[in-house]
C-alpha cells in the first residue's frame, strides 16, 4: 500500500473503532461483536506499528494502557475545583432559593442533577482532542492522570460532530460500576488483600494507579456534569450539557429543568429510592442555577459557588430484630460473621442479612440473641449494624461469642496479632478455602482454564473428584461429562484447556499457586529476580527481603508455603505434568547482572524500544525501575519530549541523565 492509502486507513480504522466504542460504552447499544472488533483492532495496531509515524495517542489501540511505573505530574487548574456546600433538609434548600433571589431580580431555571458518587475530574480538550486529564487535586493543583484516563472507554479521546470551541475543559465524575466493586473485591480477597471499602475509595484508588493497564482492567466509567471555557455553545447549562452529549461525552440521562423550589423538591423525593436501581452510587442531588451568566453573576466564595448546592441524602436506618449470627469461610481461610435479620424493607430492598466485620463490632456492639438493632445502608453495598437498643433486651438473651472453631472444618481459629480477623488454618482440608484455592487456580489472571468455573468445580468438589490444583489434572473425560449439566463438549473443552495451560508462563503459574501475599506482581517479580522454583523454595528470608517490594510479611508466607510437605507434594505432580516451573529460554537469555544495584527512572518516549520493553530490560540486568528521582536514583533514562521538572530535579541531584543508546551500550 502507498503512504497515502495506508494513513487513510488507519484513520478509517480510528474512526469506526471510535464509534464503535461511543455506542457500547455510552449508548450501551453494541452493533457489532467483540470478535469483530477485536479484529478491526488488531488490524489497526499492526499498522500503527509498521508504520510509527502515524503515531497518536489518542488511538483507539492506546486504551489498552501501558505498565510503566508513572509518577504524576502536578498540573495547575485553569479554574480552580471548588466544592459544593452541602444541605440536608428542604428548609435549608428554601433558604439557598431566598439567597439567590436577594441578589438578583431576574427570573431563572434550576437544573436538577444527581450527585455521582466517585472521584471528580477535569480534562482539557484542545482542537477536538484530549489533552490532558487532571485529579481535583487541592482544588488548585490537580494529579496528571491522562495515561490512566485514555484507558477509560467511555471518555472520548477525539470529539464527534461539530461546533465545540477549540479549547476547553468538561468536568465529572468517575466512577466504578457495583458490579465491576464486587468483582474486584473478591479478587482482593482471593489475594489476601483488603477489599475496598466502597465504590468512591476503588474509583480514586484505580485513578491513581500507578498501572494504566489496571485501570484499563477495571472498567471505570465517567459522567460529566460541566462544561467550562470560551465560546461555550449556549448560556444554558443542561443546553451546554446536551451539546456536550453530542460531541461523545456521557451525560447523565436523568438531569431536570426545574421551574422553581417545589419542582426542585419533588425531583429529589422522587430519586430518593429509585437511584438504587442505578449501576452506579449517588449520594445525594446537585442543584445549579441553569443560566451560566447568571451563574457568574452570582459568583462563588472562597470554597463554593453561591449558585448551586447539593442536597445529601440521609443514609437510611430502620429497626429489625437479630435473629442470629452464622460464619462465612473465605477462600483464604478468613472468618466473616453475617448477622442474620428479620427481613426489613431498607433503601428500596429487603434486607435480611447485614456484615458484622469481625470479632471486635461483635464485642463493641454487645450483641446478644433477639436484640433490636438498627440497620443503616451508607456508601457501602452491603448493610451494616450500626447500633443496638439495648434497653429493649431480654434479660435472659444470650450474648453473642464469636466461634472458636472453623464452621466448615471444626479446626480450632487462629487470630494473628495485629489483625482483625480470625482464620482458620487448616488450609488443605477446609472445604470453602480448598474450592476457593481451586478456582483462583483456574481463573483468567491464573491458569486461564476454559470451563472450570465455580459451579463446575463446585459438582467436581463434591463428587470427591478433585482435593486439590493437581488433582484437576487427572480428571478424565467421563468423570466430567457424566457430571450434571455438562456433557462431552464441556468435557473436551475443559480439557483442551487444561493441555493449553502446560504453556502458561511461569510468572503466572506462580500466581495460580494461590500462595498468601503472593499476588500478581510479586509473582513477576520473584520469577525474575529468582527464575525458577527451587530458587524460590531454597531461598532464605533475608535472600528474599534483600528483593525490592518483598517484604517480612511475604517472605514468611513463602517460607510457610514449602514448610508444607502436602504443597511439595502437590508442586511434583504439578511438575511432573509439565507446568512450568521456570521462566522461559527467552527471557532467560536476555537477563545479566550489569545493572545490578542499580535505580533507573525512565521518562519520556523511545526511538528504538517501548517503555515497557526497556522497563523489561532494565530488570533482566538486574537493575531496578524507579518512579521518581530521589539522590539515590543512579541514572534517568531520558527520552523525547520528557518533562523540563524532571530534567531539573536529576540536574539539582547531579543524577546522570543518559539517552537511549548510552542504555543500550550499557547493557551491551
Ligand atoms: S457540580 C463547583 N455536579 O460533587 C463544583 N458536582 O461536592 C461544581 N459531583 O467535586 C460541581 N455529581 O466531584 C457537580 N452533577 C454534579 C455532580 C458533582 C457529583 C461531585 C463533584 C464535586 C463534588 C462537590
Given amino acids: 500500500m502507498a503512504n497515502e492509502n495506508i494513513e487513510k486507513r488507519i484513520s478509517e480504522l480510528r474512526s469506526t473503532l471510535e464509534d464503535y466504542n461511543y455506542r457500547y460504552y455510552v449508548l450501551s447499544e453494541p452493533v457489532i461483536s467483540d470478535h469483530e472488533f477485536d479484529l478491526l483492532l488488531k488490524e489497526l495496531e499492526k499498522l500503527e506499528a509498521d508504520y510509527p509515524e502515524f503515531f497518536d495517542p489518542n488511538s483507539p489501540t492506546q486504551r489498552v494502557g501501558s505498565d510503566l511505573n508513572k509518577e504524576f505530574e502536578q498540573v495547575r487548574h485553569q479554574y480552580p475545583m471548588l466544592s459544593l456546600s452541602n444541605s440536608y433538609s428542604e428548609e435549608e434548600l428554601r433558604d439557598f432559593d431566598q439567597k439567590i433571589r436577594k441578589l438578583t431580580d431576574q427570573a431563572f431555571e434550576y437544573v436538577c442533577e444527581l450527585k455521582y458518587d466517585g472521584t471528580s475530574i477535569s480534562l482539557r480538550y484542545k482542537n477536538g482532542r484530549l489533552d490532558k486529564a487532571i485529579t481535583r487535586g487541592d482544588g488548585t493543583f490537580g494529579d496528571d492522570v491522562t495515561a490512566n484516563v485514555r484507558t477509560i472507554k467511555s471518555i472520548p479521546l477525539r470529539l464527534k460532530g461539530t461546533g465545540f470551541p477549540d479549547e476547553f475543559e468538561i468536568r ?55 462544561l467550562l471555557g470560551e465560546n461555550l455553545p449556549s448560556d444554558g447549562h443542561i443546553q451546554c450539557m446536551m451539546a456536550a452529549k453530542e460531541w461523545g461525552f456521557k451525560i447523565s440521562p436523568d438531569s431536570e429543568k426545574c421551574a422553581n423550589m417545589d419542582d426542585v423538591i419533588a425531583f429529589i423525593r422522587k430519586w430518593n429510592l429509585k437511584r438504587y436501581e442505578l449501576p452506579v452510587a449517588t449520594d445525594g442531588i446537585v442543584i445549579k442555577v441553569n443560566s451560566l451568566s447568571l451563574q457568574q453573576y452570582l459568583g462563588t466564595t472562597a470554597k463554593s459557588p453561591r449558585w448551586a448546592i447539593a442536597y445529601k441524602y440521609k443514609a437510611e436506618q430502620v429497626s429489625t430484630i437479630l435473629k442470629s449470627v452464622t460464619y462465612q469461610v473465605g477462600r483464604t481461610g478468613a472468618v466473616t460473621p453475617v448477622a442474620n435479620l428479620d427481613p426489613v424493607l431498607l433503601a428500596g430492598t429487603t434486607v435480611k442479612r447485614a456484615t458484622l466485620h469481625n470479632a471486635d463490632i461483635i464485642k463493641n456492639l454487645d450483641l446478644h440473641v433477639g436484640d433490636t438493632v438498627f440497620v443503616e445502608k451508607g456508601g457501602e453495598i452491603i448493610p451494616k449494624i450500626t447500633g443496638v437498643d439495648s434497653d429493649s433486651r431480654h434479660p435472659m438473651a444470650q450474648k453473642v461469642d464469636f466461634i472458636r472453631n472453623c464452621p466448615e472444618c471444626g479446626t480450632t481459629l487462629i487470630r494473628n496479632e495485629g489483625e482483625a480477623a480470625h482464620y482458620c488454618p487448616n488450609e488443605d482440608g477446609c472445604p470453602p478455602q480448598i474450592k476457593g484455592k481451586i478456582e483462583h487456580f483456574t481463573s483468567r489472571k491464573a491458569m486461564n482454564i476454559d470451563g472450570l468455573g465455580q459451579e463446575t468445580i463446585d459438582l467436581l468438589y463434591n463428587e470427591g473428584l478433585i482435593r486439590n490444583i493437581a488433582d484437576i489434572y ?6 466430567i461429562s457424566n457430571l450434571e449439566r455438562l456433557g462431552d463438549k464441556s468435557a473436551e473443552r475443559i480439557l483442551k484447556s487444561l493441555d493449553e495451560s502446560r504453556t502458561v508462563p511461569f510468572e503466572k503459574v506462580l500466581f495460580a499457586l494461590g500462595i498468601r501475599f503472593v499476588g500478581e506482581t510479586v509473582a513477576k517479580i520473584l520469577a525474575h529476580r529468582l527464575m525458577n522454583i527451587e530458587n524460590i523454595e531454597k531461598a532464605s528470608l533475608e535472600e528474599l527481603t534483600a528483593i525490592d517490594e518483598i517484604g517480612g510479611r511475604i517472605a514468611e508466607s513463602l517460607h510457610a508455603y514449602f514448610a508444607n510437605p502436602e504443597n511439595i ?38 526511538d528504538k524500544n517501548s517503555r515497557d520493553d526497556l522497563k523489561k530490560m532494565i530488570e533482566q540486568n538486574g537493575g531496578k525501575n524507579v518512579s521518581s528521582i530521589s539522590k539515590n536514583t543512579s541514572y534517568l533514562l531520558a527520552g523525547n519530549n520528557i518533562g523540563p521538572s ?8 547531579n543524577i546522570p541523565i543518559i539517552s537511549e543508546e548510552d542504555f543500550l551500550k550499557l547493557i551491551g
Fill in 646 to 653: 524532571k530534567l531539573e530535579k536529576a540536574e539539582k541531584l
Fill in 474 to 479: 487427572d480428571l478424565k473425560k467421563e468423570q
Fill in 569 to 606: 507434594r502437590i508442586l511434583n505432580r504439578l511438575k511432573e505434568k509439565g507446568l512450568q516451573m521456570e521462566l522461559d529460554e527467552a527471557s532467560l537469555a536476555n537477563r545479566s547482572a550489569k545493572l545490578e544495584g542499580l535505580s533507573i527512572i525512565i521518562s519520556g518516549t523511545f
Fill in 172 to 226: 465529572g465524575e468517575i466512577l466504578l460500576p457495583f458490579s465491576v466493586f464486587d468483582q474486584i473485591n473478591e479478587e482482593r480477597a482471593g489475594e489476601g488483600e483488603a477489599p475496598f471499602a466502597n465504590v468512591r475509595n476503588a474509583a480514586s484508588g484505580t485513578l491513581k494507579s500507578q498501572k494504566s493497564t489496571v485501570v484499563a482492567e477495571r472498567k471505570l466509567d465517567a459522567y460529566f456534569y460541566s
